[in-house]
C-alpha cells in the first residue's frame, strides 16, 4: 500500500497568499503549534487507546460487575447466620378478683440469640443458578472483547482520517500555490496583449474556489484531529506512516470460517443461549422441595414476671414442599423458556448479521484495492496529459482554461488516491475485527493486557469485604 507523507507543522501556510487562505492558515497553525513534537506512530495511538479509552474502561468495569454474579450466585452453598438481642423495661399494673394476684410488676427483659441455617437442597436453583452466573461472566468478557475491537477499529479509523486529510491540505495548498503562479502569468501575459481578460478571470476564479476547498480541506482535518483526540485522549502529535496492513484471510470464504469460530459479538449470544438455558432448570427448581438445617441458641435474662433466666438450644431439620403457589412459580418458567427462544433466535441473527458485515468487510476491501490501482493510473496520465496541455498552451493550440481543467483533474485523482489509500486501511482493520483478529494481543500492542479474569478469580469465593480491585 502506498503510504501518505504527513504535512508538516508551518510547511504550507502563507499568510500573504490572499485573505481566505490566510484565515484558514491562522485556524490550522494554531492548532498545529498545540501538537506534541514527537512522530507518533499508529502503535503508539493503539496503546494509547487501550489503556486510557474511558468506554473501554467503562465496559471493564462492567464486566467486574457482571463477576459478582457467580459469588452470588455461590452464596446459596454457604450457610447464613443471624444474631438478635433486646434489652427494655416493662412495667405492668393488674387488678384482680383473686386475693393476692394483681397489683404492678416491673422487671428488666434481655434476650439473645444466634441462628445458623444451611441449604442442603433448593430444588437445583443454586447450582443452576451459579451455572447462569458462569455463563453470564463469559459472554461480559466476549462483549468485552468486542468492545475492545471497536475502541482500536475506531482508533485505526481516525489515525487515517488524520493522515488522509494532512494529505488532502497538502495537495489543496500546492494547487492553491499554483493557481497563484498562473494568476500571475496570466496578468503578466494580459497586459502585454497575449491572452484576453476572460483568461485572467478564469484564472481569478478557478484560484477563488481553490482557496474555498483549502479552508474546507482545513476544517475537515481539524475535525479529525478532534475526533482522534475523543477515542485517543491525546491531540494528534505528527503522524508516522501507517505500517503495513496485517495478514488478511485469504479468501472470503475462510473470512467467513474464522468469524464464525472467534467473532466476539457471536461467541457473546452463544454464552447468553447458555446462560438463558441455566435460567429455565433454575426457575423449575421453583416447583422442588427444599431442604436446610436450622441451629439456635437463645438466652434470657428476667425474661417475664415470673422467669427469671431461660436458655434454649435447637437444631431441626426442615422440609418445605411447594405445593400451590398461586400460578406464579410456572408463570416464571414460561418466561424463563420465552427468554430462551430469544436468545435462540438471537444467536442466529447474530450469526447472520456476522456472515453480512465480513462479506462486506471483505468487497469493501477488494473494491478499494481496485480504486488505489485505478486512482493511480488516473493520476500518471493526469500527470502526463497536464504537461502536454501547458506545452501546448505555450504555442497557443490550448486555451487557459484547458490548463486550468487539466490541473482541476490532476488534483481531483490526487485526492480520489489519497481517499482510497486510507479506505483500503481501514476495510484491512474492518475485516480484522469480523473475524475477531483485532484484540490487543492480536496485534502484538507493547501494553500490560488487561486479564478480566484475575478479578474474576479475586471475588469468586470472597466471603466477606466491599473493596474493589479498581479502587
Known amino acids: 500500500m502506498k503510504q501518505f507523507k504527513p504535512l508538516l507543522d508551518g510547511q504550507r501556510l502563507n499568510p500573504n497568499r490572499g485573505v481566505k487562505r490566510l484565515l484558514g492558515g491562522v485556524a490550522l497553525g494554531a492548532l498545529l ?12 495511538a493503539l496503546a494509547a ?53 394483681g397489683g404492678k410488676s416491673n422487671y428488666d427483659p434481655m434476650t439473645g440469640s444466634l441462628v445458623l441455617s444451611q441449604n442442603i437442597f433448593t430444588g437445583g436453583r443454586t447450582l443452576y443458578g451459579a451455572r447462569r452466573a458462569e455463563s453470564s461472566v463469559l459472554a461480559g468478557r466476549e ?30 495548498g500546492k494547487n492553491v500555490e499554483v493557481l497563484e503562479r498562473q494568476l500571475e502569468a496570466s496578468q503578466d501575459r494580459f497586459r502585454v496583449g497575449e491572452i484576453t481578460r476572460t483568461d485572467v478571470a478564469q484564472s ?45 484471510p485469504q479468501s472470503e470464504a475462510e473470512a467467513i470460517d474464522l468469524s464464525i469460530a472467534a467473532n466476539p459479538a457471536l461467541e457473546a449470544a452463544r454464552h447468553a443461549e447458555r446462560a438463558a438455558a441455566s435460567a429455565v432448570s433454575a426457575a423449575k427448581g421453583g416447583l422442588l422441595p427444599t431442604v436446610s ?53 438471537q444467536l442466529a441473527d447474530t450469526q447472520r448479521q456476522v456472515q453480512e458485515a465480513v462479506r462486506n468487510a471483505w468487497e469493501q476491501l477488494r473494491a478499494t484495492r ?13 500527470e502526463i496529459a497536464l504537461d502536454g496541455v501547458r506545452q501546448e498552451a505555450q504555442v497557443g493550440s490550448r486555451t487557459t482554461l484547458d490548463v486550468l481543467d487539466a490541473e482541476q483533474e490532476l488534483l481531483d485523482s490526487q485526492v480520489s488516491l489519497v481517499g482510497a489509500e486510507r479506505d483500503e486501511y481501514v476495510a484491512g482493520y474492518s475485516l480484522l475485527s469480523t473475524v475477531g483478529q483485532l484484540s ?25 469485604g466491599w473493596g474493589t480491585n479498581d479502587e
Open 33 to 44: 503549534i498545540t501538537s506534541p513534537a514527537n512522530a507518533e506512530s499508529l502503535f503508539d
Open 49 to 101: 487507546a487501550y489503556h486510557s479509552n474511558p468506554g473501554l474502561q467503562a465496559e471493564r468495569a462492567g464486566l467486574r460487575a457482571t463477576d459478582e454474579q457467580v459469588p452470588q450466585a455461590l452464596a446459596g452453598w454457604r450457610p447464613s447466620l443471624t444474631a438478635n438481642g433486646s434489652y427494655g423495661t416493662v412495667e405492668t399494673d393488674t387488678d384482680s378478683s383473686v386475693p393476692g394476684v
Open 143 to 172: 462483549n468485552l472483547r468486542n468492545a475492545e475491537q471497536e475502541t482500536l477499529l475506531s482508533t485505526v479509523t481516525a489515525y487515517m482520517d488524520v493522515v488522509r486529510d494532512m494529505a488532502v491540505v497538502d495537495l489543496r
Open 204 to 248: 481569478e476564479a478557478r484560484l477563488s474556489g481553490s482557496q474555498s476547498n483549502l479552508i474546507r480541506a482545513e476544517a475537515t482535518l481539524i475535525a479529525s484531529r478532534a475526533a482522534y483526540e475523543r477515542v485517543v485522549g491525546a491531540a494528534p502529535g505528527s503522524l508516522e506512516q501507517a505500517p503495513p496492513l496485517p495478514a488478511m
Open 293 to 345: 438445617v436450622d441451629a439456635s441458641y437463645q438466652h434470657a435474662e428476667d425474661p417475664s414476671g415470673t422467669v427469671a433466666r431461660s436458655t434454649t438450644t435447637q437444631l431441626l431439620g426442615t422440609v418445605t414442599i411447594p405445593l400451590y403457589q398461586s400460578g406464579a412459580q410456572y408463570s416464571a418458567i414460561r418466561e424463563a423458556k420465552h427468554l430462551e427462544s430469544q436468545s435462540r433466535l
Open 370 to 382: 481496485a480504486a488505489i490501482a485505478s486512482n493511480r493510473e488516473q493520476v500518471r496520465a493526469n
Open 440 to 464: 490487543a494481543r492480536d496485534l502484538g500492542l507493547a501494553v500490560d493486557l488487561y486479564d478480566p479474569a484475575d478479578n474474576y478469580n479475586d471475588v469468586k469465593h470472597q466471603l466477606i
